[in-house]
């Protein structure tokens, strides 16, 4: 519990260190905000990766003031359901009518509060770093008041604003190397990811799941980000890294995916008892984890391009697939039930893998009965066309730009 005067101080010394971070870069996605009456906004994302600085953009883009308090302050540590009606006092006495809570899901009842804001016509908007953690609260209370939207590292185009650089090689070679991380990109310190990592499994897992073995987590962590583009399942780990259990696993990788550190891709099919059944492929949400931490210190460009990709293509939607028949796609892009787009990744195209990924491709353009398909590739362009069908060679440079 925490007295009145504590609250007040507390939400003084946050708004003024608030209100003079630095922007770095406009975020892209500022623009997709929802901002609508009487809902609350919830933008998840991995941690540090500017959700707080999107709200200050909101603010400075929509709105004259706003009250921000972040619950992950070590003096909000004994913050009480009953503080709530402190906190309301302190809104009331500011005469602030847009709210901004950073990781208000550590709090209980967080959700009757926020109801009530809405209900009395404030504006909420809540950033968290566990997708799954404020999903089921939403689902209480909260039902049909909100709207979600989730923020990830900077895109390329986001990355060349701030390095003040043109799409190019050598560009896009700089940002598959570091990736989007925006403390990475502005400071080059390494440790900066290796830490963050640490403060993901350690504070968004550990804690939270009450895992007591955090070094067998970790080891599995690094195994995944070693392993970028490839299939990966939990019976075929069970018995790894000391985990017998293929249900521990699988939890493993939940907690992973809901923290934003991992993703996994499933593998297309028309059954889902196979689709869930199949190995899905995983990708780190930053292309700079791979190096930072990899324990294979991979120089597999071919997969951290394809990691590059999956993320710009994951920014856009959730509705997307790998397919695998007698040849292979990277990606397939759907809109609703129907598949819009088949993306093939290869860093370079030569004599040797030339028909193994032209042909998985077209198998892929025949299936969903699409005229035109694309393969990525690190700087070759070209075009094919061949009964019907039409295959472009794309740079990761131009693609990566142009398809934002």
């Not at 953009?57 to 619950?71: C, E, G, S, V």
């Not at 006495?93 to 847009?98: A, F, G, I, K, T």
């Not at 950073?102 to 209980?108: G, K, P, T």
């Not at 293509?313 to 598949?339: I, M, P, W």
Request: hydrophobic share 40%; charged share 25%.
């Amino acid at each position: 519990m925490l007295r009145q005067e504590q609250i007040s101080e507390i939400i003084d010394s946050q708004q003024e260190t608030f209100l003079q971070k630095g922007d770095l870069v406009t975020r892209k996605a500022l623009a997709d905000v929802p901002v609508v009456d009487n809902f609350a906004t919830i933008i998840t994302g991995l941690r540090r990766c500017g959700k707080s600085t999107l709200l200050l953009q909101l603010l400075r883009k929509d709105f004259n003031d706003a009250l921000y308090i972040n619950f992950e302050d070590i003096r909000l540590t004994a913050f009480e359901t009953s503080d709530f009606a402190r906190l309301q006092k302190e809104i009331e006495r500011r005469e602030l009518r847009v709210i901004f809570f950073d990781e208000i899901q550590l709090i209980d009842k967080w959700e009757i509060f926020v109801h009530q804001l809405l209900n009395s016509h404030f504006q909420v908007f809540i950033t968290g770093s566990n997708a799954s953690l404020l999903s089921k609260e939403m689902g209480t209370h909260l039902t049909g008041r909100h709207l979600s939207m989730e923020l990830f590292p900077f895109s390329f185009t986001e990355f060349l604003s701030f390095t003040k650089t043109k799409p190019n090689k050598d560009s896009l070679s700089l940002y598959l190397q570091n990736g989007g991380m925006p403390e990475y990109v502005k400071n080059k310190e390494p440790l900066i990811l290796g830490k963050l990592i640490d403060d993901i499994l350690i504070r968004d897992i550990a804690i939270r799941y009450g895992i007591r073995d955090v070094e067998t987590l970790k080891k599995l962590t690094i195994f995944l980000i070693s392993n970028v583009g490839k299939p990966v399942s939990g019976n075929k780990l069970a018995g790894t890294f000391g985990i017998k259990s293929t249900t521990t696993i699988v939890e493993y990788f939940n907690y992973l995916r809901d923290s934003y550190l991992i993703d996994f891709l499933p593998q297309f099919s028309y059954s889902l008892k196979a689709q869930a059944r199949n190995p899905k492929k995983v990708y780190a949400i930053d292309t700079g984890f791979i190096d930072a931490v990899s324990a294979s210190f991979t120089k597999d460009k071919g997969r951290k391009l394809e990691n590059l990709v999956y993320l710009h293509l994951r920014r856009q939607t959730k509705n997307l697939y790998s397919f695998k028949n007698q040849g292979e796609c990277d990606f397939v892009v759907f809109d609703k039930d129907k598949a819009t787009k088949a993306i093939q990744v290869c860093y370079k195209i030569t004599d040797e893998n030339f028909e193994r990924e032209y042909s998985g491709l077209i198998e892929t353009m025949n299936f969903f009965k699409l005229k035109k398909g694309i393969m990525v590739t690190m700087d070759q362009e070209d075009k094919f066309d061949k009964d019907g069908s039409s295959v472009e060679l794309i740079p990761a440079y131009k693609f990566l730009t142009i398809t934002e």
